[in-house]
């Protein structure tokens, strides 16, 4: 264990929480922030196809449609304001925002349903109790499932690509982002009694650990399968800096799906493999004393060698992600409730504190709450910008703050 790291937690944590007041004060202040900033996206982004998702390069809204991989976040980030006030006129605006995405029950495009459908009808039924949410829930899962392949045994991500080297072919390419998706597996089988749902999340989560991970419990961000063998074909990047590093986002994505996996199945093996994550994350030598990562843990580590037109004098190639800070601090307040470890509280609490005090959007960055955070850096795009998906998970990371004792 770093202890320095956690020492200065600690302190930090006794500092700024210091009693329930301050506690108080800190979950106030944010939520006031993050009032301010959405009302005012609601004003600026009337058209409720276009959902906004980051800024452009000259600093203008980016809007994306419904069938963006982040097309239900903002419908999310509604019902945490709803979630965190209890005010009527967030669950309103997050009715309307989240009604919009109802033909993405039927999609399979690709599959990231789980963050279009889950974050939006998903937290509709579950925070507002909207029972009619409950079939688009278990139509979007059976959307899902038909990515599933029983040879691989897991969830198909992507449709055929080509890898970095513009040589190597994905012809079944899964990413570690897809533990994200099992979430709205597990609520199906609830909502709808057929256990087939969270079967293939439980299957998916066990092939996962198996394909994706390496012994230090980081993770590569694709693997490739035959899909009528089942072997492994190819383990490379497609947002990280090398295809043996570890891709800051893809290690809290993972972490994130293994706490949740526990959360449904109570199987200790995920809760194990979810600790070593946390522990593999947290201890990290290259992790900032902030604890907001880089936006690759290896980024500045001989070894680990870029597939991608790397610069390595790129003014932000030490650029952070806040939006992997925001999604493992959120991840980690489930597994210090589920563990009742301070080690994980602790952590989780800095990484809150950090992105509070010092990765806010200013006032007229298009409205988002934080900044600071990286799409994809080898695809050139949204670096050190604000995203909605990190206003996604700090919301819920607050919530979950909110609700520990
Ligand atoms: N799921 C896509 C990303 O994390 O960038």
Sequence with gaps: MNLKRIVTGVALVALIVGCGNNKEAFINDNIV?????????????????????????????????????????????LWYMYKLTGDEKWKNE??????????????????????MIGDSYGLGYRFAGIKEYAPVVVQTA??????????TKCIESWNYRKAWDGKTEWFFPVIIDNMMNLELLYEASIISGDERYSKIATQH????????????YSCVHV??????????????????????SAWSRGQAWGLYGYVLCYRYTNDKQFLDFAENIAKYIIEHPNMPEDLVPYWDYNVFDKGFKAEWDYDPNHKLIGARDASAAAITSSALFELARITANSYYQVSAEKMLFSLSENYKARENNQYFILDHSVGSFPHNGEIDVPLAYADYYFLEALDRYKECK
């Excluded at 998702?53 to 994306?64: P, Y």
């Excluded at 009715?95 to 399979?108: A, G, N």
């Design 223 to 244: 693997v490739d399968y035959d899909e009528n063998t089942g072997a492994v074909k190819d383990k490379a990047t497609c947002q990280g800096f090398a295809d043996n």
């Design 94 to 115: 997050a009715i309307t925002r989240t009604e919009v995405l109802d033909t993405i029950q039927y999609w399979s495009g690709n599959h990231d349903v789980g963050f």
């Design 142 to 151: 059976k959307s899902l499932c038909e990515r599933y392949n029983d040879t």
């Design 33 to 77: 922030f993050a009032e301010k900033q959405i009302a005012n996206t609601l004003r600026v982004s009337k058209d409720i196809n276009r959902i906004p998702r980051t800024i452009e390069s000259d600093g203008s809204l980016k809007e994306v449609n419904i069938y963006n991989w982040t097309s239900g976040f903002f419908a999310g980030n």
């Design 205 to 216: 989560a066990l092939t996962t650990m198996k394909n994706h991970y390496r012994p230090d």
